[in-house]
């Protein structure tokens, strides 16, 4: 029973080892909770997406609908949650592999430079489509690092679409420098930013700032679980800071070592 808790009588190893034990309790008790959450999580997450495609589907097999534009708007919105969906599967599948320690990296001598050029020019047509500015600044002669590209270009482009879906004027920068013997990668938005009470449980899964404005953005609160775990697993750190109404800024970090050098 992991409620139960060992009284500590003694001021000696016994008692140092009841302490320790209640310790592990706790732990446990907390890993069940966050695993009861993270169920009832996905289950909600799967959930909302079904419950739209069967009551418009239904609707337009009823022909519930007066005009051929409306149904045309109850088409797209099937089409909208089935992606939807989609996303929601992939991210949970590639979660899953990660805890499990099962993603396979494809390990080489990668240039960043080269890494933040593919994304921005993925992420460039969204950026123009809401009059975003985005704007590169990339320091020359930046050592290259032992990593795996495209999952580095992955949590790079995951970054950036957060930028554009949660700024909705001015800009976006994205800056790779040296610093104290580290290669860091900077993505800066002037957007709506996180609050402070909020910004320590982003990168938990599932974790949205605000649940009533996160399905006016879309999106599956996996996406920065997934790329945290993945720059963690490259050996790199990934950091945050923001402010309400100004912008957001995460920074991933990876020390740099001398060529032939393992990770
Ligand atoms: P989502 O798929 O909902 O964007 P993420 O895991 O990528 O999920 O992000 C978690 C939450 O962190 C988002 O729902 C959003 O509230 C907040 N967030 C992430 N990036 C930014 C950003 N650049 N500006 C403001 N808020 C952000």
Known sequence: ELETRLEIRQNDEVGSLALEINHLAEELQRYRDTRQEFFANISHELRTPITYLEGYA?????????????????LEI????????QHLVNDLFELAKMEEGKISLSLEWIDLAEIVGNAVRKIELKAGDKGLLL????GSGIPLIYGDGLRMEQVLINLLENAV???????????????DKHACLVVEDTGIGIPDDEIAYIFDRFYR???????????????????????????GQMLVSSKVGVGTSFEIRFPLKEQGETV
Do not use: N
């Open 58 to 74: 239904k609707v337009i097999m009823d022909r519930l609908y007066e005009t051929e534009e409306e149904r045309d708007k109850y």
């Open 78 to 85: 099937i089409h909208q949650e089935a992606l939807r969906l």
């Open 135 to 138: 704007d590169t600044s990339i």
């Open 165 to 179: 879906r949660y700024t909705e004027a001015g800009q976006i920068h994205v800056r790779l420098y040296e610093k």
């Open 209 to 235: 700032v605000e649940k009533s404005r996160s399905r006016q953005y879309g999106g599956t609160g996996l996406g920065l679980p997934i790329a945290k775990k993945l720059v963690e697993l490259l050996g």
